[in-house]
């Protein structure tokens, strides 16, 4: 019972401890940050009065200076102070011009830079939007059935971007599957006009020519597709425009398999 007492009668004092604790941390703080303040407001006033020295000593001395060469020249018999007056704003006045010129031309420089810079960002941002529209047109095709539909998307691609020999020789596949044979060997000659060794519209053109009859014509582009992409030679085997060449010793041995 005495102990539980005692307890009782020493929490006051516990607390009243932690109290004066806190209440002298307080106080501690308060003139940490008064005396942070004077120390920073001393230091700022020491800065503020060193460069108000050192500009007080420089006019001193630049007026010093002056008032030296005025003497000397007015001793020697050179030149009146009014000529000294007029020669040195004359020199002033050019050291001027000349500063001005200086960051004029390099303002010019600096403006034409950013003019230049602008200009390749609003072009790469319109190529930046060509592409996405054409990635599109390219992903909206692969879901398209029929050559007609394909046909009309890569025409849509050749106005954004004309003479892009991909959607050429795409839109010549497709019309070769409408059996406009010869309007497909036109495309495939505007590609390999640009690209000679253009594997995909020489196999394009060796299946229109296949298709119109002309064997020999068909397995020269078909030979020359092979050796510049040696995966055309599968497709070779299984494309339906080279039934017409079924039998002929040069085609079976081009799709003939390859011996390790």
């Known amino acids: 019972m005495q102990q539980a007492e005692d307890k ?16 002298s ?5 308060q003139d940490l940050e008064r005396r942070m303040v004077i120390e920073i407001t001393d230091r700022e006033l020491a800065v503020a009065d060193k460069s108000m020295n050192y500009a007080n000593v420089t006019v001193t001395y630049f007026f010093y200076l002056i008032a030296g060469a005025a ?14 007056r007029d020669n040195t704003k004359k020199a002033a006045d050019q050291q001027l011009q000349s500063i001005a010129q200086q960051y004029e031309k390099k303002f010019q420089r600096l403006e034409q830079d950013l003019k230049r810079k602008t200009r390749i960002i609003a072009q790469n941002n319109k190529e930046i939007e060509t592409i996405n529209e054409i990635h599109n047109l390219w992903l909206r095709s692969q879901g398209l059935q029929t050559p007609e539909q394909k046909i009309e998307v890569y025409d849509d691609i050749l106005k954004i971007r004309p003479g892009d020999l991909e959607a050429l020789i795409y839109k010549a596949d497709a019309i070769i599957e409408i059996r406009e044979f010869h309007w497909g060997l036109s495309l495939c000659n505007r590609v390999l006009e640009l690209d000679p060794h253009n594997a995909h519209a020489l196999y394009q053109r060796a299946c229109a020519y296949a298709c119109l009859g002309s064997e020999e014509l068909a397995m020269d582009d078909l030979e020359k597709a092979v050796t510049d992409s040696a995966s055309l030679r599968e497709l ?11 039998g002929n010793e040069r085609f079976e041995l081009l799709i003939a398999p390859i011996e390790n």
């Open 25 to 29: 941390l307080r106080t501690d703080q």
């Open 236 to 246: 070779a085997a299984e494309e339906k425009d080279f039934e017409s060449l079924r």
């Open 8 to 23: 009782i009668l020493e929490r006051p004092l516990m607390e009243r401890y932690v109290l004066d604790e806190l209440k």
């Open 71 to 84: 003497s000397l020249f007015a001793f020697v018999g050179w030149q009146s102070l009014r000529e000294l």
